[in-house]
């Protein structure tokens, strides 16, 4: 396909709930949408950086600014653009990888649309329904988590994954414990917040029968994490740390991680998830499928991704109502009833299968669209 115009769309939506986690507190979602135009089909994707560079060294303004600078010029100029030429055509910037994996899913959403094969169908889904979990933030105390968690519970999540940092771990996991049970799916993110001296504090976690502990050390140092994992019991899962289908490889086999969270924008795409899935598939590691409180845009491709085979936790992949009261989207998540409670149905349509309300994307608008052309 030849690229005709890319077009950035910065919103601001507001959260139902402040979310709070151990790097930053957010009462709205700041986002970057990519609007896509191609000789013959348009593509919309979301960006998954976050306003601030605070969970990753991305963040939107910056994202913006190389995509208009680097990434957007490159592929305008190419004759062919492909979502499998998204990638090779941006290799020459380092990093940056939420920004060219935006790109890489806009394109490939038009080109699905121009084909009539879904998200899921292109990726190599398997099932028609994912498994939803949520990822509950810091409270400001007891009661209110509880609270919280008790609504989702009552709306069917199949796993509650607690946002914990030092000063706020045991306590909460022991409480929310006993609130749900002791065979509920329950882990915990620390989002970076410990280091090498909390190992004898995390192994008091382990009688909790946690499903995993979320990247508790930095993002580089994959060291630490391998000690945590010969020295307690709860499994250790890598979020941060995995850019890459290397990475990945590397940190399975020098025992960081049993269990791996993909998130598309951390690791520069669809395509890329696909071949981490596909190595964890072969190294029987499971994995399950992150969040960055998507739209209906990205959450759409997200449930499409969470419906392969290697896919057996239930992922970040809640419905739109979790953060929003309106999604930008004709077709927002809902969990399903019945056998389908706590479970989110992938979308069968052409590309994301959702169709993008331009009028809360003008209304929700940060500042005017920028079109680039080549
Ligand atoms: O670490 O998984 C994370 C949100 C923003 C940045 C990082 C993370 C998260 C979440 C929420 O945990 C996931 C979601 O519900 O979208
Ligand atoms: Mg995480």
Redesign the pocket.
């Known amino acids: 396909m030849k690229l005709e115009s890319i077009t950035l769309h910065r919103v601001a939506m507001p959260l139902v709930r402040p ?1 709070e ?1 151990s ?1 930053a507190r ?1 009462t709205t979602r700041v986002l970057l949408l990519v609007h896509v135009r191609t000789s013959e089909a348009e593509g919309w994707a979301e960006c ?1 950086a ?1 306003e601030g560079p605070l ?1 990753s060294s991305e963040y939107v303004e910056g994202a913006e600014h190389v995509i208009r600078s680097y990434l957007a010029p490159a592929l305008l100029k190419a004759t062919d653009v492909t979502a499998e030429t998204v990638g090779p055509l941006t290799a020459f910037v380092v990093g940056h990888r939420m920004a060219k994996a935006a790109l890489e899913a806009a394109v490939l959403d038009a080109q699905l649309r121009a084909s009539g094969v879904s998200f899921g169908g292109y990726l190599g889904a398997v099932t028609d329904w994912v498994d939803c979990g ?2 509950v ?1 810091i409270s400001p105390d007891l009661d209110t988590l509880l609270d919280e968690v008790s609504g989702y519970v009552d709306e069917g999540y199949r796993r509650i ?1 607690l ?1 914990i940092k030092p000063g706020w771990d045991l306590i909460p996991v022991y409480a929310v414990r006993e609130l749900i049970g002791p065979d509920m799916l329950l882990q915990v ?1 620390a ?1 970076t917040a410990y280091s090498a001296a909390d190992i004898a504090h995390l192994g008091r976690l382990d009688p909790f029968n946690l499903v995993l502990i ?2 508790p050390f930095v993002e580089e140092d994959i060291a630490t994490h391998v000690a945590l994992a010969r020295a307690i019991e709860t499994p250790v899962c890598l ?2 740390s995995i850019v890459s289908v290397g990475v990945a490889l590397d940190a399975i086999e020098r025992g960081a991680t049993s269990v791996i ?1 993909i ?1 598309p924008g951390r690791v520069g795409g669809y395509l890329e998830s696909v071949r981490i899935h596909d190595l964890c598939v072969a190294h029987e590691v499971p994995v399950w499928c ?5 739209t209906g845009v990205g ?1 759409a491709a997200n449930v499409a991704l969470a419906a392969l085979p290697g896919f057996i936790l239930p992922g ?3 419905a739109s109502s ?2 929003f009261a309106e999604d930008l989207v004709e077709e927002p998540f809902v969990l399903g009833t019945g056998e389908h409670a706590g479970q989110l149905a992938v979308p069968t349509g052409p590309g994301t299968g959702v169709t993008v309300r331009e009028d809360l994307v003008r209304d929700w608008a940060l500042v005017a669209p920028v079109t680039l052309r080549g």
Not at 290 to 294: F, H, I, P, T
């Open positions: 979310f986690t790097f957010q998954v976050m969970y949520v990822s933030g994954k946002k993110d989002n979320e990247q979020d941060e969270n998130k992150g969040g960055m409180l998507e959450r970040d992949t809640s979790r953060y």
